[in-house]
């Protein structure tokens, strides 16, 4: 996660042109099991996967992931964000340690939902 925040209207235009500032998205995660239609038109627009987790994060494990939230929009997303690298993690300690030098290409790759095996 390398930003988050709050706007005072849900303008997906807004919104996606704050994330294109700072750069593009690999993936974009909610705290919801399903994905509200503003996070998949955010996601349509950069053309990247949702992630959502299995069941709803509750209030309480959101509040474990990040403790120090400024308000419960900032929490929620970062808690998303945690939930998602969590999955991820393994997966990219292994790409790191195996291939180097292809990484962040191997890592792209398993966000877009694809088997690493396939290319390395």
């Known amino acids: 996660m390398i930003g988050a925040g709050v706007t005072k209207q849900k303008n997906a235009e807004k919104v996606i042109s704050i994330i294109s500032q700072i ?34 994060l509750s209030q309480e494990s959101k509040q474990f992931m990040a403790p120090q939230a400024m308000n419960i929009h900032i929490r929620d997303a970062y808690a998303a964000a945690t939930k998602a690298y969590r999955k991820y993690a393994n997966r990219f300690r292994r790409i790191d340690k195996l291939y180097p030098d292809k990484n962040e290409e191997y890592k792209k790759l398993i966000l877009e939902g694809k088997a690493v095996g396939k290319f390395a």
């Open 23 to 56: 750069g593009i998205p690999l993936l974009v995660a909610c705290d919801v099991s399903k994905p509200p239609s503003f996070v998949k038109t955010v996601a349509a627009k950069f053309n990247v996967k949702v992630f959502c987790p299995s069941k709803n």
